[in-house]
């Protein structure tokens, strides 16, 4: 009996990868390696990928639970998660996010990292809430944010921590299209099968120079910012 809580589907030349552990989709060690895993064989099997979750809930962001373990705990699934979006970030086929509703924190930033991002109507939440929860805004997230978000609402989104609905997310720049829930598979492969169809040596060296500047700053700030989100005195 397969325990994952991640699928992996092949549509012709895309590969569907969908989060599904039957709860809010929170990012924990399982659900981080068994989504590494299927990039990497998409990777090797597709050309590209549509990455979408559970109806009603795309990702919660990191798994609180897993955290509560000390400053080590947390500070090891941070590193693994800014491995994982990163990687989303710089993964070199086109990557279609279909998001199938609340997309929080950690949830959001997988949200910005795809190349073309489609959300469905409803009551949903979506946004970067960590101050709201009293934790510090990673600066992956703010990084993600200042790249994908227009600019006059990254203050609300990072500092203030707000989230908002779909309908906003799209103006905000978290979406670029919205559906209504039953189309939003159909669209998402489409999506993927038009941007499949261009030059994957072209589309992945692009992509790399596009965003390389952001890979860089992320990482090299990174041992200092796990410093600031856990401070040991």
């Given at each position: 009996?397969?325990?994952?809580?991640?699928?992996?589907?092949?549509?012709?030349?895309?590969?569907?990868?969908?989060?599904?552990?039957?709860?809010?989709?929170?990012?924990?060690f399982?659900?981080?390696?068994?989504?590494?895993?299927?990039?990497?064989?998409?990777?090797?099997?597709?050309?590209?990928?549509?990455?979408?979750?559970?109806?009603?809930?795309?990702?919660?962001?990191?798994?609180?639970?897993?955290?509560?373990?000390?400053?080590?705990?947390?500070?090891?699934?941070v590193?693994?998660?800014?491995?994982?979006?990163l990687?989303?970030?710089?993964?070199?086929?086109?990557?279609?996010?279909?998001?199938?509703?609340?997309?929080?924190?950690?949830?959001?930033?997988?949200?910005?990292?795809?190349?073309?991002?489609?959300?469905?109507?409803g009551?949903?939440?979506?946004?970067?809430?960590?101050?709201?929860?009293?934790?510090?805004?990673?600066?992956?997230?703010?990084?993600?944010?200042?790249?994908?978000?227009?600019?006059?609402?990254?203050?609300?989104?990072?500092?203030?921590?707000?989230?908002?609905?779909?309908?906003?997310?799209?103006?905000?720049?978290?979406?670029?299209?919205?559906?209504d829930?039953?189309?939003?598979?159909?669209?998402?492969?489409?999506?993927?099968?038009?941007?499949?169809?261009?030059?994957?040596?072209?589309?992945?060296?692009?992509?790399?120079?596009?965003?390389?500047?952001?890979?860089?700053y992320?990482?090299?700030?990174?041992?200092e910012?796990?410093?600031?989100?856990?401070?040991?005195?």
């Amino acid at each position: 009996m397969d325990t994952s809580p991640v699928s992996y589907q092949q549509e012709g030349p895309v590969a569907v990868i969908a989060m599904d552990d039957g709860k809010a989709n929170a990012l924990s060690f399982g659900m981080m390696e068994a989504l590494e895993a299927a990039l990497a064989r998409a990777e090797k099997e597709a050309r590209a990928v549509v990455l979408t979750g559970r109806a009603g809930r795309f990702s919660a962001g990191f798994d609180l639970r897993e955290m509560m373990g000390g400053v080590e705990r947390v500070r090891s699934m941070v590193t693994r998660g800014v491995g994982l979006l990163l990687g989303l970030y710089e993964f070199p086929l086109p990557l279609v996010v279909a998001c199938t509703g609340h997309a929080l924190a950690g949830g959001a930033l997988a949200l910005l990292t795809g190349d073309v991002r489609i959300g469905v109507r409803g009551a949903f939440k979506i946004g970067l809430n960590e101050v709201q929860i009293g934790l510090p805004t990673p600066i992956l997230a703010m990084e993600l944010a200042r790249d994908r978000l227009v600019a006059r609402h990254l203050t609300a989104a990072t500092l203030f921590g707000m989230t908002v609905d779909p309908e906003t997310a799209l103006t905000w720049g978290y979406l670029d299209l919205l559906v209504d829930d039953g189309e939003l598979r159909a669209r998402a492969l489409g999506e993927a099968e038009r941007l499949a169809a261009l030059s994957r040596d072209a589309y992945g060296k692009t992509k790399r120079a596009l965003r390389e500047k952001t890979i860089r700053y992320v990482r090299s700030t990174l041992a200092e910012d796990l410093d600031r989100l856990t401070p040991t005195a």
